[in-house]
Nanobody
């Protein structure tokens, strides 16, 4: 059973960089054909895709966030990381990591709430 767990700070100041890590257990982030996504949900809004890192290591970024986003991974730890910055209060959201394939996102972390405030 694949499990994902997000970790990172719950409070970030405006203009700083948010860094979140997703740790995967029960599977490898280098397994074909999966990709590993970051998705967020601002308060009162729907889900928004941020980007993903493919099992091969290639990355995709949402056009609306591309200039502020960086994805990386540590295959030895089965972890992948999101860096988003500089942040504004509009980046306040619950951030999720998830595993995707051609059927969609079948496995999700529980989500971590991030507030951007001074």
């Amino acid at each position: 059973q694949v499990q994902l767990q997000e970790s990172g700070p719950g409070l970030v100041k405006p203009s700083q960089t948010l860094s979140l890590t997703c740790t995967v257990s029960g599977g490898s982030i280098t397994t074909n054909p999966y990709y590993w996504s970051w998705i967020r949900q601002p308060p009162g809004e729907g889900l928004e895709g941020i980007g993903y890192i493919h099992y091969s290591g290639s990355t995709y970024y949402s056009p609306s966030l591309k200039t502020r986003t960086s994805l990386s991974r540590d295959t030895s730890k089965d972890q992948f990381t999101l860096q988003l910055g500089p942040v504004t209060p509009e980046d306040t959201a619950v951030y999720y990591c998830a595993r995707g394939d051609d059927q969609g996102h079948g496995y999700w972390g529980q989500g971590t709430r991030v507030t951007v405030a001074s």
